[in-house]
């Protein structure tokens, strides 16, 4: 008998959000945007005579810039927000919104936890970003799973992976203090898709049986793969829903989206994926960049620009370190206030991974570079990269969090 192929995504639930709420638990239950600068951060006042912390956030409604909305919390979300909206825009539909700077420092370590305390039940992860991995659970079990009497029978497999999902979010929420959302399905498409029905805190088996009652009816949009242009296009033509999509002929979706396209769509529409669950892939560059809240004078700002792109410069030194790679080509990314984007590369002999050298030569780039206009948006990146000492990448799991 083949074996029952079982893929899962699990997907952190809001997750730079829920780790700001683990910081303010006052907050809970209340419609709050992670974005923004640090002056976003809260203010604090101690009571002298009972030691009383009180803590002051900022709302929406005063916000000025250009800031974005990184995430927000499900009632934000029930307000309109969403992420990647302006911070302006979010202000008008959520005013009363808390407003909160984003950590990625603390959203890595959080990240890191999660990750290890899946590896521990399910070896085989996918990393796929800071808040989601897919997970092979073919012929995963627990030790209660021994005493089973027939651990090849297909329907005894879609049960033991529903246990070990559950054990995964047990161990996420213990290591972390956080829910996720874990979808389960024969491949990595219907995963994906899967993970997102029950949310928050989800557990949804998919079983190839469920397709067309439960796949079907949703919007093409939600087939990773199909993105706001493609599904556009698709509903001009007549598709709206993935049932659509699926009653399409192949040939004409070929006619109109082109051969690879056209095919993709087809299968992906029937739930058809072979992709892989990959455990080690290595990364082709590393980036730090930020949008200022408003444009910069390279002579004016000299003093604002040159902090910034110093951190940006150890930020990314860290980001190396932590994940164990150096790397020979440093480049330079540099948007004006007109939105028109610049870049310089410039690669030398030995890879590096510190600051002061990633510095440098990304100053070596920024001399190339017109500073005539005003500027909006400053990036440092590496490339070439090499591992290091595996010491060096290890996860800093044991740190405390705040």
């Known amino acids: 008998m083949t074996t029952q192929r079982l893929i899962a995504h699990l997907d952190m639930d809001a997750f730079y959000a829920s780790v700001e709420l683990l910081r303010y638990p006052e907050l809970a239950g209340l419609p709050v945007v992670i974005g923004g600068g640090s002056r976003n951060r809260p203010e604090e006042t101690t009571d002298p005579e009972t030691g009383r912390v009180t803590r002051h956030f900022r709302r929406l409604r005063d916000y000025a810039g250009r800031g974005v909305a990184t995430t927000a919390t499900y009632e934000a979300r029930a307000l309109g927000v969403h992420s990647a909206m302006a911070l302006m825009r979010a202000a008008r539909l959520a005013p009363d919104a808390i407003l909160l700077p984003t950590d990625f420092e603390a959203y890595g370590r959080y990240s890191r936890r999660f990750k290890v305390a899946v590896r521990a039940i399910a070896p085989s992860v996918q990393d796929n970003g800071i808040d989601e991995i897919y997970i092979d659970l073919t012929g995963v079990k627990l030790p209660e799973h021994d005493a089973l009497t027939d651990q090849s029978d297909a329907t005894e497999a879609w049960w033991r992976a529903r246990d070990v999902a559950r054990a995964i979010k047990d161990a996420v929420r213990e290591a972390t203090g956080l829910s996720c959302s874990i979808g389960v399905a024969p491949n990595k498409l219907l995963a994906k898709i899967a993970s997102e029905l029950d949310k928050p805190d989800g557990l949804t088996l998919l079983l ?195």
């Not at 769509?265 to 560059?285: I, K, L």
């Not at 610049?342 to 510095?359: F, L, Y």
């Not at 100053?363 to 570079?369: D, H, I, Q, W």
């Open 208 to 402: 190839p049986d469920d397709l067309q009652a439960r796949i079907w009816p949703l919007s093409a949009r939600k087939i990773n793969g199909v993105g706001p242009k493609t599904a556009k296009r698709l509903e001009e033509l007549g598709i709206r829903s993935i049932g659509d999509l699926a009653g399409a002929e192949l040939s004409w979706l070929i006619d109109h989206f082109g051969d690879a396209r056209g095919a993709w769509m087809h299968d992906a529409a029937h739930g058809r994926d072979d992709r892989p669950v990959v455990t080690e892939s290595e990364p082709v560059s590393i980036s730090r960049e930020t949008t200022f809240e408003r444009d910069l004078h390279a002579v004016h700002d000299r003093d604002t620009l040159s902090q910034i792109f110093t951190e940006l410069c150890t930020d990314l030194a860290d980001d190396l370190q932590r994940k164990g790679y150096s790397g020979r080509t440093i480049g330079l990314k540099l948007r004006y206030d007109n939105f028109k984007t610049v870049t310089r590369d410039q690669t030398i002999d030995e890879p590096i991974h510190d600051a002061q050298s990633i510095r440098r030569i990304a100053g070596e780039c920024l001399k190339r570079v017109p500073l005539e206009r005003r500027i909006r948006l400053l990036g440092v990146r590496i490339g070439g990269l090499s591992p290091v000492d595996a010491e060096s990448s290890s996860p800093d799991v044991d740190k405390p969090v705040p």
